[in-house]
């Protein structure tokens, strides 16, 4: 086939073609090479009861003990809701992860956090339960792309909203996803005060 290509096309059509050819795979190459030299391949994935035991180990890095869920508590979870627990992959480790329930209740309550049989799948609002990310990946908007990703899946799912608490020195992060601060939560989760944070999606 291409000794016929050549004899039926004129010879500067060929010439144009080789030069054509030789562009675009200079350019591919170079985007490979980039990505190559980076070396990182980012993933984002439902998690699975696999992933257990990496995804308590985190949890334990990113949060204290009194806030921190224990390992039962993530297994419920990666049980009853698994499409609504994201992890985050860089290359082959996971070193971020996202999660929470639906439910028709339009404020976050501490009982959730240990209560996986509350949620509701048809529930009108998705809750973020935690953001986890490990220290030394941080910076890299890992976070970020996890709360982007929930969020949109929420909207897909025609919820009315996300919500999630936060102590008040995130209030400002969380606000640059459109979330508003509605002030302190009546959670007492770990001791600490937070703050409730409400995404409400436009119809």
């Not at 290359?91 to 956090?113: P, Q, R």
Request: glycine share 6%.
């Amino acid at each position: 086939m291409q000794y016929y290509y050549f004899i039926i096309f004129p010879s500067y059509y060929i010439k144009v073609l080789l030069f054509l050819n030789s562009f675009i795979y200079s350019v591919l190459l170079k985007g490979f090479l980039s990505e190559k030299t980076d070396n990182i391949i980012m993933e984002i994935r439902t998690a699975t009861i696999d992933d257990l035991d990496t995804l308590y180990n985190i949890e334990r890095e990113c949060f204290p003990q009194s806030e921190a869920a224990k390992r039962n508590e993530i297994e419920e979870r990666l049980i009853t809701y698994p499409n609504h627990f994201l992890v985050l992959k860089e290359n082959t480790k996971t070193v971020s992860f996202i999660n929470g329930f639906t439910t028709d209740e339009k404020d976050l309550k501490d009982e959730m956090y240990e209560n996986a049989s509350m949620h509701n799948e048809s529930g009108n609002w998705q809750m973020i339960f935690g953001v986890n990310t490990l220290p030394e990946y941080r910076k890299h908007g890992y976070a970020s792309k996890l709360i982007k990703q929930f969020i949109d899946n929420a909207k897909k799912e025609n919820r009315l909203g996300v919500v999630l608490t936060c102590k008040q020195n995130l209030v400002s992060y969380y606000s640059k996803f459109g979330f508003g601060d509605e002030g302190i939560s009546e959670s007492k989760h770990g001791g600490e005060v937070w703050h409730q944070m409400r995404l409400t999606f436009k119809k």
